[in-house]
Nanobody
Framework: QVQLVESGGGLVQAGGSLRLSCSAS????????MGWYRQAPGKQRELVAD???????HYLDSVRGRFTISRDNAKNTVYLQMDSMKPEDTAVYYC??????????????WGQGTQVTVSS
């Protein structure tokens, strides 16, 4: 089993910054994909940014240039630095990881979510 623990959400004014972190713990072989999704009220959950196999980074178009994803492999932790934030960034942010548990066995795990609110 793998646990994802998130931190860093909160309330910020438009133009401000927040930094989210997500740490994975438990027994597993490898983390293949790790990153952040978000879900605003009445909207579908969407990918914000993630690292996939081979260190390829994906960004949602609307956050590219404002948000930066980074990771510390030794700590199994991924960070999301959010700058120049906008009210439309308001959402619950979820950490997601695709984890190899054993040869041929991959599971998807989600964090509990952290609220990010950007006031205008």
């Amino acid at each position: 089993q793998v646990q994802l623990v998130e931190s860093g959400g909160g309330l910020v004014q438009a133009g401000g910054s927040l930094r989210l972190s997500c740490s994975a713990s438990g027994s597993f072989f490898n983390i293949n994909v790790m990153g952040w999704y978000r879900q605003a009220p009445g909207k579908q959950r969407e990918l914000v940014a993630d690292f996939s196999s081979g260190s390829f980074v994906h960004y949602l178009d609307s956050v590219r240039g404002r948000f930066t994803i980074s990771r510390d492999n030794a700590k199994n932790t991924v960070y999301l630095q959010m700058d120049s934030m906008k009210p439309e960034d308001t959402a619950v942010y979820y950490c997601r990881a695709v984890v190899t548990m054993a040869i041929g066995v991959q599971n998807i795990y989600w964090g509990q979510g952290t609220q990010v609110t950007v006031s205008s």
